[in-house]
């Protein structure tokens, strides 16, 4: 007796501490894939390294039998997950599977559409209205009407006959949301900037149940339409939710646009609120604006202590990331006192080290001006005596009152 | 506002900027004596003009437009190419080739003797140059935003004052028919009290990265242009483009605030006063030498219970412009003549003689002119102006802090925040100091 009880405090004490460290809640995510157009290998992983990083997801991969394969048997158990992410565009799935796909959704099964999986299941009545807009396969306007918005802003239902689906090259493109009230892009950025992506344009579909959440401007280059189309949309099938996003090409070595921290955090969030109806995460202070891309390599937040160590090799003509991250911190902290002295005495480091940059330490200077406290301030007196730093100590010291 | 001048002063003053004609000899040609139905020489203005960039020559070609009342005799900017071709279209207008130019502002200032003075500069040489033009008891046409801190704003509103000179801010919205009509509506109840103000500014566009080192051109004196501000190397980044930077300028929000918060205070007599609390959020570039957010979303509160939200243009449902919301209605206002209003109606009222009348301009340059002359305020004068561009600043110093910020109108203070309150002011590096007045 005394052992269970001594168990389940012990059990209750880890899950606090759990708790405390990522968020509690575990959503089972689903990948499909095993047949695309695009690399459905590599996507895949990043696709589960993305959802996990959020600390909300368990994700598996699970992969179709290849192209020409025996279908039959591929039957995966939706209902075990509460969210799947499509990655695929192949061999069409057997009857049975369509049906436990198709009733999984309707019964409030959380879906996401990703990038490919517009252009799958041609036919499939369900499908497409699960997805909202589609593209490519025989698609033509009996699929539905041609879905874009205009300059202005307003989204037009386009019901002139034409075809289903149209790329162009791969770039860097703007996103722009078109309901930012909604739980996935709530809080975020109107406008950002997108890295080397395939924009899909012309996409076609029962369009009755969707909600446009992003557009991103087609340019008529290479035969493109001139017009927003839609990169994010929020469906709702029956009594579930539908996330589908056309942005995340793998292309290259480096896969940057499902590295974009902007692709990251909206398919995150698309997730979330695909599985839950709701959005816990905390907009990340790397989300990309207007004015750059932001792309995290290991598809991680930078840390304090990695911003701090990037600022300290600073020159003139390098990336500013780890300073506005820092900037971004700052900000954050929205004036509590602990973590604000806690940023001042890493900076206040960066000031005494020696293998830090000049450029470095005239960043800190600027950022220690204004926060600065009794802590920092002789650190800062010390580099009056250093002509380099001078201008610009003197600027701290005379915007703290201290001299 | 104290009028300090009289006609007779002004006239003075007139002759005295003959009088300079003597130590810096120029031929005055014979169209400016009077003859042949041209503008006598006492109520033709002479002129000078401190930054001949872009935003400078649109605004001395409006001048010139006045035809003779006006006279521009000497001009100054760092950059030595704009200098020379400012100096053809004067010279062009004038048929002469006496208009001087000037590297130096402090020459400038020391030499001419002018009845007024346009200036057109970054925001960060704000405080120093119209403070200092006002000392000299020039009439100023300034461009806005009037400060790049709220620290330089106090001092150069003192300087107007104190200096009683003329002063016109180019926010030139006023002298607009669509603006003054929208303000004179709202103002006179027609949409009902004025609960809540949305004031749309553009968004900002896209960073050029973080480009290297490079010489600075021969024409420029980049130590100058710098001036009061930090020095920086040389990056390609000078004119019109160092509004994104923040050491200059606090990018869109700042450029536009002088425009249509300026409109949204008129209209709801908030002009010389502000708000007593500020809450924005903003979003900055992750990345490039360009750090002013490209998006902000700022909500005042004023004293008498007016809220006031400044965002860029894409969150705001009627995007840019102003649109004031009372109870019985809303009315917006915005650039290309462009008014609007819950009820259409509401836009055919006519303003009775008992009610209020906004000041009427229907060319604010003209008006600058007619000011000078008749020693009447003009239509933007300098607290507004003030007022206006406080608004962002306060805002920028809420984004930049993550906090909610407490204002004291009167006082013109931060409350109980004092490290926020650095943010009132940037130091300057030395040999520039504020003038203190």
Redesign the interface.
């Known amino acids: 007796m005394k052992k269970i009880k001594y168990f389940i405090l012990t059990a209750a004490a880890l899950a606090l501490i759990a708790g405390g460290c990522r968020k509690s809640t575990q959503y089972a995510a689903l990948i499909v894939t095993g047949q695309n157009t695009i690399d459905w290998q590599t996507s895949s992983t990043l696709l589960k390294q993305i959802l996990e990083e959020s600390g909300l997801f368990k994700a598996e991969i699970v992969n179709s039998p290849d192209a020409g394969g025996d279908m039959t048997g591929f039957r995966p158990k939706f209902s075990k997950y509460d969210v799947v992410v499509l990655n695929y565009s192949g061999d069409q799935w057997s009857e049975n599977t369509k049906q436990d796909f198709a009733g999984y959704v309707k019964n409030g099964g959380g879906v996401v559409v990703y990038h490919a999986a517009s252009s799958a299941f041609p036919g499939w009545k369900e499908y497409e209205e699960i997805c909202g807009l589609t593209g490519w396969g025989d698609r033509s306007e009996k699929t539905g009407p041609y879905v874009y918005f205009n300059r202005a802003g307003r989204m037009v239902v386009d019901s002139t006959p034409g075809p289903a689906g149209w790329y162009g090259k791969t770039r860097d493109f703007e996103v722009?949301m078109r309901n930012?009230g909604h739980p996935v892009t709530k809080g975020l950025?109107?406008?950002w900037?997108h890295p080397d992506d395939l924009l899909f344009a012309r996409l076609r579909g029962p369009a009755g149940n969707i909600d446009v959440l992003a557009t991103a401007f087609c340019d008529t280059t290479g035969g493109g339409t001139g017009r927003e189309e839609p990169v994010m949309m929020a469906v709702t099938y029956g009594k579930g939710r539908v996330f589908h996003t056309t942005l995340g090409f793998p292309s290259g070595d480096e896969n940057i646009a499902l590295k974009c921290?902007g692709f990251i955090t909206t398919l995150q969030r698309g997730a979330e609120w695909a599985a839950s109806g709701k959005v816990t995460q905390e907009v990340p202070p790397?989300?990309?604006?207007?004015?750059?891309?932001?792309v995290r390599p290991n598809l991680k937040i930078r840390t304090l202590d990695e911003n701090i160590e990037g600022l300290g090799e600073y020159d003139?003509?390098?990336?500013?990331?780890f300073y506005?991250?820092i900037?971004?911190e700052?900000?954050?902290?929205?004036?509590d006192k602990t973590k604000?002295l806690e940023i001042e005495k890493k900076l206040t480091e960066l000031l005494n080290n020696p293998s830090a940059t000049v450029e470095a330490k005239?960043l800190v200077l600027?950022e220690l001006?204004?926060?600065g406290t009794d802590y920092s301030l002789p650190a800062i007196k010390k580099l009056q005596a250093v002509p380099e730093l001078k201008?610009?100590a003197?600027?701290a010291i005379?915007?703290?009152?201290a001299n | 506002m104290k009028k300090t001048s009289t006609r007779r002063d002004f006239v003075r003053k007139s002759a005295s900027a003959l009088a300079g004609s003597v130590i810096i000899p120029y031929i005055v040609p014979s169209s400016s004596l009077g003859l042949g139905g041209q503008t006598p020489p006492a109520d033709r203005i002479v002129m000078g003009v401190i930054g001949t960039g872009s935003q400078g020559m649109s605004d001395m070609r409006d001048f010139m437009r006045l035809k003779d009342q006006v006279r521009f005799v000497a001009l100054c900017d760092v950059d030595a190419k704009r200098l020379a071709s400012a100096k053809d279209v004067v010279d062009k207008t004038n048929r002469s080739k006496d208009c001087r130019t000037y590297g130096d502002y402090r020459e400038f200032m020391e030499k001419e003797k002018l009845d007024a003075v346009l200036i057109a500069l970054p925001d960060h040489w704000h405080g120093i140059i119209y403070s200092e033009a006002a000392r000299k008891k020039w009439d100023v046409y300034g461009e806005k935003p009037i400060c790049r801190t709220i620290n330089d704003g106090k001092v150069i509103v003192k300087a107007v004052k104190d200096n009683g000179v003329i002063w016109q801010t180019g926010s030139w919205q006023r002298s607009q028919a669509n603006f003054h009509k929208g303000a004179e509506l709202v103002i006179n109840g027609r949409i009902g009290k004025v609960k809540y103000i949305e004031v749309g500014l553009p968004?900002?566009?896209?960073?050029i990265?973080?480009?290297?080192?490079q010489d600075v051109p021969e024409e420029l004196d980049w130590e100058m242009w710098l001036g009061p501000a930090?020095?920086v190397?040389y990056?390609g980044v000078c004119h019109w483009n160092w509004r994104w930077i923040l050491d200059y300028s606090g990018g869109q929000l700042t450029d536009w605030a002088g425009h249509h918060i300026d409109i949204a205070n008129w209209g709801t007599g908030l002009e010389y006063t502000g708000p007593v609390e500020i809450e924005g959020k903003?979003?900055?570039?992750?990345?490039?030498?360009?750090?002013a957010p490209?998006?902000y979303d700022i909500l005042c509160k004023y004293a008498n219970g007016i809220e006031m939200r400044v965002a860029?243009s894409?969150?705001l449902p009627k995007g840019m412009g102003t649109c004031w919301y009372g109870d019985l209605g809303w009315l917006h206002v915005d650039r290309g003549n462009r008014i609007s209003a819950s009820d259409p109606n509401i836009l055919k009222e006519e303003i009775g003689d008992n009610e209020t009348h906004l000041y009427k301009s229907d060319n604010h340059y003209q008006n600058f002119v007619d000011s000078v002359r008749s020693r009447k305020q003009a239509i933007a004068p300098i607290e507004p102006a003030y007022r206006a561009i406080s608004v962002a600043l306060l805002g920028e110093i809420s984004?930049?802090?993550?906090?909610k910020i407490k204002w004291d109108p009167d006082k013109e203070e931060i409350i109980d925040?004092p490290?926020?309150s650095?943010?009132l002011?940037?130091?300057y590096?030395?040999p520039w100091t504020l003038p203190t007045v």
Do not use: C, H
Not at chain 1, 316 to 321: A, D, E, Q
Not at chain 2, 282 to 291: A, E, K, R
């Open positions: 722009r930012p950025p109107v406008r900037m921290a790397d989300f990309p604006s207007a004015a750059a891309i932001s003139i003509g390098k990336s500013t990331r506005t991250g900037q971004e700052i900000r954050r902290a929205a004036g604000l005239k600027r001006s204004w926060i201008d610009e003197d600027f005379e915007r703290l009152g | 968004d900002g566009g896209r960073g990265g973080t480009p290297p080192v930090l020095k190397p990056r903003g979003v900055y570039p992750v990345d490039g030498i360009y750090n490209v998006e860029n894409s969150r984004m930049t802090t993550g906090q925040n490290t926020a650095r943010l002011s940037r130091p590096r030395k």
